[in-house]
């Protein structure tokens, strides 16, 4: 019996799963191994690509064991790369036979990218066919471009590479965005990495990186220059290092433990009251975690105050830069916490905007020979196809129900997703994570299917709840008018102020009073104590016995 990793008793690796026409999962590529990455938790591929960095040599085998075998091809094909990538870097040898024997199904695509990957004397090559829309030329970037002296890559994404790189002119290092030698050749990529640069020139904000340059090697490849950020972690890592003691039945897999700095977190004052309990934010925030009212604890546990205060502030940060961009007549398209760049002096940094779009810009079509508005395309992505009527952008744990039918974007989108980013903070993972009654994604956006926050995280405060849930609305109209709007809403609550998205019961309001006048209502009852002994005895001397 063959053991391959890819293999599995009920799915086939070779069946390309669901046409474009079924309703169960859209847009899904004919060929496995050019299926999207949208529906693969991103923390698996990150998790594989820190092993490396850390030099456990992790193996491949154990990572596709922890998706559907659907997703495996696609999966080998992202880990593939990081592998190959990170061998190169510390001098390991990569044995190509060794490969095919271990994955015999993935022969033709392992031959095509060994090709563009390593020399010819390290593989032994397959007739396959050459796919259009690569380039397979090599450069070297090291002296392609005299300008920069490339010195290691801090980066990667599907469609491009960060490299730490030294500006020879200006004698300064920057962040070099090169796209990877694979789409190249691809027009609608090339569109969308040249949209980004155009996008991000148009911003200057503190929370957007600025582009110094852009230009193209001798093979093609198109890069951009930006400032260099010395990087701490992304908001992402960040709540997994909050959560790290949390539990969660059906997402503790999904969050491994993420290392984080201790410095450069916000210090948060409490004073103490005359009875002993904290009062300022962290007073407040313990409050909102506290146990139930039928007196049994949450569950999960919630961060330490401090943590949940810095990813609250953090979260704002994110809110100014949208918001600037919304001003600006720009829409993101793509807002989670791993676009949030935390750098190592309390820079917050939103990152990726090749997906943006310029308000009531209207997409873009390209028309192939026999007229079609798709054309072909030399591998299938989701972000490739997002200027596409009807075709889904951006990541569906985040996305709004009109973004993942493929309708027109506008500012409500991204308001929408910094609701889940908000969900995501306040609970400890995104609002839709794949599970045996939620297995598409796409679908589950499409119909704005998510667990309520206080299922996932019951002791959270009803208030906060509401907030999320307003910016979550399945309808566009019903959620908060401007990003800034809900960025007033999390600074009342932060301020243990009412929030406009949920009307207090009068209990509630009554406790907020005494909360805040506790000085003068300890004052005002120990005088009517003091009046009513007084009245006491008086009335004991008026009237004796």
Request: glycine residues 6%; aromatic residues 8%.
């Amino acid at each position: 019996m063959r053991n391959d990793p890819l293999d599995d008793r009920d799915v086939d690796p070779t069946d390309p799963g669901p046409g474009p026409g079924d309703p169960e999962c859209a847009q899904v590529s004919e060929d496995p191994f050019d299926a999207d990455l949208a529906e693969i938790p991103i923390e698996i591929i990150d998790s594989f690509d820190e092993a490396w960095f850390l030099g456990r040599s992790p193996v491949l085998e154990e990572f596709l064991k922890q998706v559907p075998a659907k997703h495996r091809p696609r999966l080998l094909m992202e880990l593939l790369s990081i592998e190959w990538d990170h061998r190169k870097r510390i001098g390991a040898r990569c044995e190509y036979q060794d490969y095919l024997a271990r994955f015999p199904q993935a022969t033709n695509w392992l031959d095509r990218h060994w090709r563009s990957t390593f020399p010819v004397e390290d593989r032994t090559p397959l007739a396959t066919p050459k796919k259009p829309g690569r380039s397979d030329k090599p450069v070297d970037r090291k002296s392609a471009e005299p300008r920069y002296r490339i010195e290691k890559r801090i980066g990667r994404g599907q469609f491009g590479e960060v490299y730490l790189a030294f500006d020879r002119t200006l004698l300064r290092h920057v962040a070099l965005k090169i796209m990877r030698s694979e789409w190249v050749l691809d027009p609608n990529a090339r569109r969308r990495f040249r949209r980004e640069v155009e996008v991000i020139g148009r911003l200057t904000h503190p929370g957007i990186i600025p582009i110094y340059d852009y230009g193209h090697f001798t093979n093609g490849e198109p890069f951009y220059a930006m400032r260099y950020v010395e990087a701490v972690e992304s908001l992402a890592s960040r709540i997994r290092h909050a959560y790290r003691n949390a539990t969660f039945d059906d997402t503790a897999s999904d969050f491994p433990h993420a290392e984080g700095p201790e410095a450069g977190r916000p210090e948060c004052v409490d004073e103490v009251s005359e009875t002993g309990k904290k009062q300022g934010f962290r007073g407040r925030l313990a409050r909102r975690f506290e146990r139930d009212q039928d007196g049994e604890s949450s569950s999960p546990d919630p961060p330490e105050p401090i943590e949940i205060r810095y990813l609250l502030e953090k979260f704002l940060a994110l809110i100014d830069a949208v918001a600037y961009a919304h001003e600006n007549g720009i829409i993101h398209r793509d807002i989670k916490p791993e676009h949030l760049i935390l750098g190592s002096f309390g820079e917050s940094f939103l990152v990726d905007w090749g997906m943006a779009l310029v308000a009531d810009q209207k997409p873009e079509t390209d028309s192939d020979e026999n007229g079609s508005a798709f054309g072909s395309f030399s591998e299938s992505a989701f972000e490739i196809l997002s200027d596409r009527p009807g075709a889904f952008a951006g990541t569906p744990q985040y996305c709004s129900p009109e973004q993942a039918l493929g309708l027109p974007c506008n500012r409500a989108c991204d308001i929408y997703s910094l609701g889940a980013t908000l969900y995501h903070i306040m609970t400890g993972r995104p609002p839709r994570i794949v599970s045996p009654d939620r297995p598409c994604l796409i679908e589950a956006a499409r119909k704005n299917d998510f667990d309520p926050p206080r299922s996932v995280m019951p002791g959270l405060d009803k208030a906060m709840e509401q907030v999320i849930l307003k910016a979550m609305q399945g309808k566009p109209q019903r959620r908060y008018a401007s990003a800034r709007a809900l960025g007033d809403d999390v600074r009342r609550w932060m301020a243990d102020e009412p929030v406009q998205a949920w009307k207090e019961p009068w209990p509630r309001r009554a406790g907020r009073v005494i909360r805040r006048k506790r000085r003068a209502v300890m004052i005002g009852g120990l005088a009517t104590i003091v009046i009513l002994a007084i009245a006491s005895q008086l009335f004991d001397a008026g009237f004796p016995g």
